[in-house]
């Protein structure tokens, strides 16, 4: 059932691709190929993710994070991602504390879906992204003694620098809006799923930068400001 | 509606409907003491291992840090048994009394391993199975089955009695 769920979004993703390339099978030879196209370098773009100052105000963890981008066709946005988590949770129920802040780091691709032979450089599109992200760090634990509930007596739970590492994929949705000559802003909703994670002998992982809290799958967002840099000039503005 | 605008709006919307409900939420478990389970067996004369279920009344006591404590009183027919382990020691003594003032006594080694699992469902104490060692009244042997006391179903000790 998992597969079928990834290869079903694969497929959704890969879907517009398609459509384009059959699109442009038929006009073959009128206009420049579609690889040619995703070939042409238009420039640069440099984000950064705001949505963290916000989360910050609600949750214990947070994350920020700076991206740079560059423009392959107007269609093609090849994309690395480096930020830096931060947690420092307490449940104030159980009185267990798990702290850790470290950076991570993604690779991957927007792909603009508005992008037209006719408008080839919309001002506001939307696009579908790929991820695939990973974070190695340490974190530390401090946990109320465990009692034995049969015997009596008590076990402490004290853990520090426990290493950690995770990697993920990501798939979503996002948008963005020019506001000013040069720059732009955006939103991203993703669908994560986890790859692979360490266990340590005596605890999981509860935060993982980048990632979230440590679950199979979870949903993540980006508020993003966006600087381009072009280099090349481009048509239909 | 561009045909392309109705693709995008189709693949979002599929998108959604393939995400809704797919995030894995914490499921804790509803126990939170994991226990040593035995099972146990009888070897018959041409090598055939079998579940077997103790015939008369079977009392099992545990002996912890020098306390003693009945767990299962008088139980006829039963093949397993699920008892609690010690968080602080490291070697548990589980008694066998059986009718006649007869007795078996298995010593459990093990090493306790305190386990932080998430905020949600916070710790937990586990257990490795490192050894075992017993009498042999009406016990033949005893091995481990699975050495990781979690909070599973999985067997963790098979107790061979003489049939």
């Known amino acids: 059932m998992k597969t079928l769920r990834y290869i079903l979004l694969i497929s959704i993703l890969l879907t517009p691709i398609a459509v384009h390339a059959d699109n442009k099978g038929k006009e073959a030879g009128k206009e420049k190929s579609f690889i040619s196209e995703l070939l042409s370098f238009n420039g640069i773009g440099v984000s950064a993710d705001v949505f963290g100052l916000a989360y910050s105000m609600l949750e214990d963890y947070t994350s920020y994070e700076f991206a740079v981008e560059a423009n392959l066709g107007n269609r093609l946005y090849p994309i690395v991602e480096i930020g830096m988590g931060w947690c420092d949770a307490t449940d104030e129920t159980r009185g267990i504390k798990y702290k850790t802040s470290a950076p991570y780091y993604r690779v991957g691709f927007n792909y603009n879906l508005l992008t037209r032979r006719d408008k080839p450089n919309p001002k506001n599109y939307v696009y579908a992204l790929a991820r695939f992200g990973w974070s190695s760090f340490k974190y530390d634990i401090d946990a109320p003694a465990i009692s034995d509930p049969v015997w009596g007596g008590e076990v402490p739970l004290i853990l520090n620098d426990i290493d950690g590492s995770c990697s993920w994929a990501e798939i979503g949705i996002g948008i963005k809006v020019k506001i000013a000559k040069g720059f732009h802003m955006g939103w991203t909703v993703r669908y994560k799923a986890r790859l692979s994670e360490k266990e340590g002998d005596n605890s999981r992982m509860w935060y993982v930068p980048g990632f979230g809290i440590n679950k199979s799958t979870c949903f993540g967002g980006t508020y993003n400001l966006i600087y381009e840099i072009p280099l090349k000039k481009n048509r239909n503005k | ?163």
Not at chain 2, 47 to 61: D, G, I, Q
Request: proline share 2%; hydrophobic share 35%.
């Open chain 2, 1 to 163: 509606m561009t045909i392309r605008f109705k693709h995008i709006t189709v693949s979002f919307l599929a998108m959604l409907l393939l995400f809704t409900g797919c995030e894995e939420s914490y499921d804790c478990s509803i126990e939170n003491v994991a226990y040593n389970k035995m099972g146990f067996y009888c070897v018959s004369d041409d090598n055939v291992e079998s579940k077997y279920k103790y015939p008369e009344a079977l009392t099992v006591s545990l002996m912890v840090n020098g306390n003693d404590s009945i767990v299962v009183n008088h139980i006829t027919d039963t093949d397993n048994l699920r008892l609690p382990m010690s968080y602080t020691s490291n070697c548990d003594t589980v008694v066998f009394h059986y009718e006649g003032d007869y007795t078996d006594t298995i010593y459990v080694e093990h090493e306790n391993i305190p386990f932080y699992i998430s905020m949600e469902c916070g710790t937990v104490m586990y257990h490795k199975v490192t050894g075992l060692k017993c009498t042999n009244s009406f016990i033949d042997s005893a091995v481990i089955a699975n050495e990781n006391v979690k909070f599973d179903y999985n067997e963790n000790i098979k107790v061979y009695f003489i049939d």
